[in-house]
Each structure stands twice: as structure tokens, then as C-alpha cells.
């Protein structure tokens, strides 16, 4: 495949930065670099132009710099809360990733980053709370604390459940069966002051 020399006019990534002068396929060149003047050829003319890109490459790295160093100091204090299904032991249904904290990051506080700057040591597998790398520029590193929390609400506990109702069953016998109980009492007495009354009116008579 032939290859040709161009200078580029903008970063780009995977590539280099404006003013450096770099080696691409001959049709990447003449058919995407330099029609959307992404690149010029290497020419005695272009090469004149170098200072005044490299001048232009210095300004957006200083200012690259500057963002990203204001950003690590807030991003710093943040907690972000990533959601996510567990199952009944709380473990999870796959692990939390760098896209989903990129995603969380920019839905609750509207910061746009790129999840390839997102560096997890390995994958995230259960709940909890992370401290997370960021390396937003080639000199510029922080960190994030990430909260992953149960996307599923909390079980009940079971057996909180059967201890309380037996105590409430019983608490309502005892109120209910007190007055039945008296019933039966009253009613022997009755019986058992019936049965006296012949008796004493025989022993009256007698006399």
C-alpha cells in the first residue's frame, strides 16, 4: 500500500497533534485527511505554516491542561451512584462498568467524559463504595468515589415477620377469653346454690 507524508492541521487521536508530520496511507490522505483539511501535503510552502500551527497545538494543550486539572479537583469530591440489579444475596447481575460511570457522571452532574478515561482495576461485582482512577490528561490523574447501590428494593426479613404475629395472636386471646371464662363460674355457682336450697329447706322441716 503506498504511503505519503502529510503535516496535520488537528489533532487526532491514535494519529498525533497539529504540526506533526506523519506517514498515512496515499487514499487516507487524498480522499479523508486533506479534503476535510484534517492534513496538508508536505510542501516547501507547508512547511512555513509549522510555527504558526505549533503555536496553535501549544495554546489547546495549555487549555486541555488547565480543564482537566480543574476538573480532577472536582470531580474529587464527588460520589457518584450507579444503580444496578442484584440478586436475593446482593451480588450482581454482571459488574458495573467504565460507559455506566461515564453515563451516571454525565446524568448527575452534567460532566462529559470520555469512559476510556475511567481506568477500573478490575471489574466491579458487588455493592458498595469505590475509589476509581481517572487520567484525564497525560498529566493530570484523580479519583472518583463510585457507590454502587441495589437497583431492587430490600427484602423483608422473614423472621421478623413470624416472631411479631404470634405476639399479636396472643394479645387478642387474652382479651377476648378472659370474659368466657367468667361465664362458667358464674354459672356453677348458680347451679351449686340451687342444690342448697332443698336441701335447706328438708333440714328445716325435720326440726
Known amino acids: 500500500m503506498a504511503k505519503t507524508e502529510v503535516i496535520l492541521t488537528h489533532n487526532i487521536v491514535g494519529l498525533g497533534g497539529e504540526s506533526d508530520q506523519v506517514r498515512v496511507a496515499s487514499g487516507y490522505a487524498r480522499n479523508y485527511l486533506i479534503p476535510h483539511r484534517l492534513a496538508i501535503p508536505v510542501t516547501q510552502a507547508n512547511k512555513r505554516h509549522l510555527e504558526v500551527l505549533k503555536q496553535r497545538r501549544a495554546e489547546r494543550e495549555a487549555h486541555e491542561f488547565n480543564t482537566m486539572t480543574e476538573l480532577a479537583k472536582g470531580v474529587s469530591k464527588l460520589i457518584c451512584i450507579v444503580k444496578a440489579k442484584t440478586g436475593d444475596d446482593g451480588k450482581l447481575f454482571g459488574s458495573v462498568t467504565a460507559g455506566m460511570i461515564a453515563d451516571e457522571l454525565k446524568h448527575q452532574f ?89 336441701a335447706k329447706a328438708k333440714k328445716a322441716k325435720g326440726e
Open 110 to 198: 452534567d460532566i462529559a467524559l470520555d469512559k476510556k478515561k475511567i481506568h477500573l482495576e478490575s471489574p466491579i461485582r458487588a455493592l458498595g463504595e469505590y475509589e476509581v482512577e481517572l487520567h484525564l490528561h497525560s498529566e493530570v490523574k484523580s479519583t472518583l468515589k463510585v457507590r454502587v447501590e441495589s437497583l431492587n428494593p430490600l427484602p423483608v426479613s422473614t423472621e421478623a415477620a413470624v416472631e411479631e404475629k404470634p405476639r399479636t395472636e396472643k394479645r387478642g386471646k387474652r382479651t377476648e377469653e378472659a370474659p368466657v371464662e367468667a361465664k362458667p363460674k358464674a354459672a356453677k355457682a348458680e347451679k351449686a346454690e340451687k342444690a342448697e336450697k332443698p
